[in-house]
């Protein structure tokens, strides 16, 4: 009996941005960066460390924490976490951002890779990374 092959799911979201590739590679790899795109308001906090290695703390009011750490980065470029924490959905999970700019016009694509199958949080995290991808474009474009 030939037994079925289990294959990872993957979120994938492409977005085009009206800002220099330099700028969202900011707002991908810093603290500061993210901070404009998980506003505090919106009940997101980030602390931690940049960096190669370094480990991010993403906390989302008291409903949901992550730590992601930086496994990859390639300045201006790419840029990839790893989920070391959180959500046991996402834990062992990469994130990776690719970031392709011809002066201020320039495309980043996620993809968020290791997904053990497309439960309801699947469902439910591809619906929220179209929103950030938003808000990533939107904090691009606003001077």
């Not at 800002?19 to 980030?46: C, F, M, R, V």
């Amino acid at each position: 009996m030939r037994q079925k092959r289990r294959t990872m799911a993957l979120i994938y979201e492409r977005i085009q941005v009206n800002a220099t590739a330099k700028t969202i590679y900011h707002l991908l790899s810093t603290i500061s960066g993210i901070q404009n795109w998980l506003p505090k308001s919106a009940g997101w906090k980030i602390t931690g460390d940049e960096g190669l290695d370094g480990v991010l703390n993403v906390q989302h009011g008291t409903e949901a924490r992550y730590e992601l750490q930086f496994i990859d980065l390639s300045p201006v470029e790419s840029l990839e976490w790893l989920c070391v924490a959180g959500n046991p959905e996402w834990i062992g999970t990469t994130i990776e951002f690719l970031i392709v700019g011809r002066g201020k016009n320039s495309s980043v694509k996620l993809t968020h890779r290791g997904w053990a199958g497309k439960s309801e949080s699947y469902h439910h995290y591809t619906q929220r990374w179209k929103i950030h991808m938003l808000n990533i474009k939107t904090a691009a474009e606003t001077p």
